[in-house]
């Protein structure tokens, strides 16, 4: 993401993280994973955001 910064390119992190355990389509409204996401799915963001 750092060389994408210093080039002038925007970007951007999507997918909330527990969306993977969600059992609804996201794209059909609202979908609560309060109760089935897990800590390691926070992994993926902390890697990119320290990047």
Do not use: C
């Not at 109760?35 to 902390?46: F, G, K």
Request: aromatic share 8%; no cysteine; proline share 4%.
């Amino acid at each position: 993401m750092r060389v994408h910064h210093e080039n002038g390119v925007l970007t951007t992190l999507k997918h909330f993280p527990g969306h993977g355990s969600s059992r609804e389509d996201s794209h059909l409204g609202f979908v609560d994973v309060t109760d089935s996401w897990q800590e390691i799915e926070l992994q993926p963001y902390q890697d990119l955001i320290a990047a």
